[in-house]
């Protein structure tokens, strides 16, 4: 194998796998040590500067981190990253006098932004202190987006959107809640320096079945229901409800029936349980909340007696598996079940949805209808309009919606200067020794033995009796620090100076996960085969030296490493050390920039 | 030395031995020994050792003196029986130990101090009579506990850490080891684990005195230019004369060597020894050609390394005294005292 570029940002930034694994490439670690360390609004900063809704994703992220997480590959669970989160956001002090200072002065550009969610927001926040005049429209009458019309308050009290997106509406912007653009041709003659699209995926899929439109009353779209609920507007539902859907919408809306008057609350899907689009959290709480989840039933026909729904006809199916692994569903040729319901709510999937944006204006438009955005520099067809969020290629969620709005802000800061959107600026790193004394870190690098703790929750008789209680009552600040401990801190990289090693294998016999070798080089795929223990995860590096004294290299599996520091304590000479590893992603400003 | 712990977590793939444990569970406390010293890696070759030969820890007594060597067994197998006795005293322990319960593996460890100074008259006596036990001295050629003194086998005219040159014949531990009878010895160097582990898993299978003189640079206070015990020094005049590989249970042998540069040696317990020769004329079962061959090259200035001796029949203290089967210690007072039935035949026997 080549010697490893520990140079190139890429590599460390790998290691680190939750950061990595983080849309906005939020450095976790970092906040997470500055919780164990009682640094609440430290912690809260960290977070706002990358992810911007710390409280908000601390309740509702949905954590691409933790799969991720490199203790999830030592023991059973990974780290409560995103609990963590909250932690920080329920314990900060006022942090207003932290934010970034408005300028009065302004640099002359005016920027439109379409839809008030948090990819807008993201733009919005970072292209404000920079002077930008911006405009932000909403059909709603508040800012916030989804997150605020879409996910229940039981999972996110109203009070956390206040807070999180009031620190950006507070940022002097010119906002135009309730109105809703209907043109994009008219709004480009409004001589905006640049226009962002971050309207999101409003539109809920239907279900074409016989009986749908005589039973209508009855049968509701997810979405529309749940962010009726959300105004107010909604407060009730009949007692046997059937949710039609396996993903997070279909868990909200089962959830939010069984606080609106449901009793027998069904979720029912299509395949199997295990292929659920729901995170396995989700389904959790919503079982947790007697809400029996039934497979393997497409639905077939909405019954109903003189226009009043009265239940629900499936096929019962079966997954076949063809000669080559591929599944389908069969019927299995049972009578069809009849399930019977009073409400019916749709949660089979979300899209996009343009009315608005003329096709002659220079737009180009995709396979799929979808205008068409780069990927990297979220620029479409009309090169001063942008898109990010679900805008951009369908739903997501917020912490993509959040990356892509820091993003498109770096394309807009840049196109505004004149400079090439493509150019992408390079990420800030530091990589700065951690060594304090001989078996002293300035970072805890004892490994706690502690499993995953579980969030507190509130009494489910309480909770069940108002949609607006929220049911997590979040890590207190002991279970906070205890489950920060769990933390591998795997920012703080082990770093090798060849030239000082002089293969006394003191790192070796220590290392307690087997991680380092000192052997012959060879090719990568017979390396991981030779190494102490067997490096089988291809996702994860080896670390390869140049040769050394003996025409061996040393060779490490960064997998399961520890970051605990004992091969830098049992190293004579310092050729290994402990360094952390700071990677902010660069946002827009000065520094995007070339010139 | 460090002041944490050693994390409990291991590698998840961590293979496992016949017993079910990892190499993790041969472990002990903590090293208190300074970062880098040769002995840790000894100890973590023994621990090596002990896993694969699939043994139960509480079946084997570790014994030692005093020294940095002498402190090790606390760092492996913690979960055996130990003994760690006054200076240069471990072969006299031992050998009453092994006296008591013969049923024991017994694992001797010393430093070059601990036995070719105080102790030379204790190791001399064990290897002679041939206790059943692997004898390693962890030879550095100082007194690192006491600050790096030249200890008996440092070599004449090697320099100390702040100068002085040694005046001094060394003692050649092997060479004396091979002519006081041991029937299994080997050198090795605690740099090279791959030859180091079946060095040693082979000598706690030999029956009768075993043992292997192993390098172990002191990177306190013998690791600089002109030591001839630093790893540079032993990298560079290292002669090994073959390499062994130890077969427990007569795995399948793979013939994929010239005739005649491999060896197979069956040891009493019938463990095979497969030695792959590196040095085409070194006979390890010819303990005169051994010997010569041993102050030839040393005068070379060279360091040979390898299974230099084995007597696959060897024999033990026991043998020689005719003990019965059942270890002493497990002997009951009817088995002591057999009554004056017996006393009156054995007079019968005598008259
Ligand atoms: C039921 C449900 C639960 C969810 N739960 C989670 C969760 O727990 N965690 C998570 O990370 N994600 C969740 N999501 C997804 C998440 O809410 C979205 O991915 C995210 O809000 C997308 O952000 P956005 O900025 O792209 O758009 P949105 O949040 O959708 O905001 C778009 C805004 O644009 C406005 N708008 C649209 N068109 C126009 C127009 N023409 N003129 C003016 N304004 C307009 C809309 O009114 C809206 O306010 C959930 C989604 C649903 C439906
Ligand atoms: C009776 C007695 N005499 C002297 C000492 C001092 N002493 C402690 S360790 C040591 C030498 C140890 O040398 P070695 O066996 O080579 O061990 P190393 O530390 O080099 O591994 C001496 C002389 C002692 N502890 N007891
Ligand atoms: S252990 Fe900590 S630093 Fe490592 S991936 Fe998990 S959360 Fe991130
Ligand atoms: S920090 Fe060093 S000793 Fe600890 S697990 Fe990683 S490689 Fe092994
Ligand atoms: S003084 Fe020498 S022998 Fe003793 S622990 Fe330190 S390096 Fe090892
Ligand atoms: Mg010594």
Known sequence: MEPTNIAAPEYFHKVVDCQWACPAHTPVPEYIRLIAAGRYSDAYMVNWRSNVFPGILGRTCDRPCEPACRRGRVEKEPVAICRLKRVAADNKDDIRDRLPGIPVQKNGKRIALIGAGPASLTVARDLAPLGYEIVLFDGDPKAGGMMRTQIPRFRLPEAVTDEETGYITEMGLDLRLGQRIDSLKQLLTEGYDAIFVGSGAPRGRELELPGRQEAAANIHIGIDWLSSVSF????????????????????????????????????????????????PWEKEDAQHEDIPILNMLVPKEFRHKNGKLTGVVFEKVQAVYDAKGKRSLVPTGEPDPFFECDDVLLAVGQENAFPWIERDIGMDFDKWDMPAVDAVTFQSAIPNVFFGGDAAFGPKNIIWAVAHGHEAAVSIDKFCHGEDVKDRPAPDVALISQKMGIHEWSYDNDISNDQRYRVPQRDKEVSLKDVRVEVELGFDQKLGYAEAERCLNCDVQTVFTPSLCIECDACVDICPMDCITFTANEPEEELRHHLQAPANNRTQDIYVSPELKTSRIMAKDEDVCLHCSLCAERCPTGAWDMQKFLLDTTQAGPACRSR | MTYIPKPKLHHPQLPTNKL??????????????????????????VIQACFELDIQPHRIAKMSGIGCSSKTPDYFLGNSHGFNSVHGRMPSVLTGANVANKDLIYLGVSGDGDSASIGFGQFAHSIRRGVNMLYIVENNGVYGLTKGQFSATSDKGSKSKYGAINGDSAIDMVSIAMQLGATYVARSFSGDKSQLVPLIKAGMSHHGAAFIDCISPCVAFNNHVGSTKSLDYVREHNETVNKLDMMVDHEAIV????????????????????LRKTSPHYDPSDRIQAMNYLQERAAAGEIVTGLLYVDPEGTDLHDYLNTVDKPLNELQTEDLVPGSEALKKLNESLR
Do not use: W
């Open chain 2, 20 to 45: 079910g444990f990892t190499h993790r569970d041969y472990e002990g406390s903590i090293s208190t020994l300074c970062a880098g010293c040769g002995h840790d890696s000894i100890s973590a070759a």
């Open chain 2, 255 to 274: 013939a994929d060597y010239a005739p005649g540069t491999v060896e197979m040696v069956t040891q009493h317990d019938g463990s095979v020894l497969r």
């Open chain 1, 232 to 279: 107010g507007h909604t407060d009730k539902i009949g007692k046997r409800v059937i949710v039609l859907g396996g993903g997070n919408t279909a868990m909200d809306c089962c959830r939010t029936s069984r606080r609106l008057g449901g009793e027998e609350v069904k979720v029912i899907v299509r395949s199997g349980f295990e292929e659920m689009k729901a995170s």
